[in-house]
Nanobody, 125 residues
Framework: QVQVVESGGGWAQAGGSLRLSCAAS????????MGWFRQNAGKEREFVAA????????DYADSVKGRFTISRDNAKNTVYLQMNSLKPEDTAVYYC??????????????????WGQGTQVTVSS
């Protein structure tokens, strides 16, 4: 059974930090691109960041570049999203997702095969 489970969401003040974690099933993790997306009610799911299977390549949305950092630990089957200098507009449900490594650092949600249940991040001004 494939599992992708996020944790670490919560509340922060503007300018603060949060760290999201995503644990995934062992059998595919080390060969898959991992991505983070976010979504607010009534809006489309938005790409946040992605990291290659090796961790050697990353990509970020312009809106989070310089503030968020994606990383992974293949030994622990876990990917992280360190979020610094948070802004109220970062408020959303954050989702972790997995895509076959051959698809590269894709920002397209439909390219990802497996999704977590999401974790709420709320940033107050």
């Amino acid at each position: 059974q494939v599992q992708v489970v996020e944790s670490g969401g919560g509340w922060a003040q503007a300018g603060g930090s949060l760290r999201l974690s995503c644990a995934a099933s062992q059998w595919f993790f080390s060969t898959y691109t991992m991505g983070w997306f976010r979504q607010n009610a009534g809006k489309e799911r938005e790409f946040v960041a992605a990291i290659s299977w090796s961790g050697g390549h990353t990509d970020y949305a312009d809106s989070v570049k310089g503030r968020f950092t994606i990383s992974r630990d293949n030994a622990k089957n876990t990917v992280y999203l360190q979020m610094n200098s948070l802004k109220p507009e970062d408020t959303a449900v954050y989702y972790c997702a997995a895509a076959p490594g051959i698809r590269g650092l894709t920002p397209t949600p439909s390219s990802y095969d497996y999704w977590g249940q999401g974790t709420q991040v709320t940033v107050s001004s």
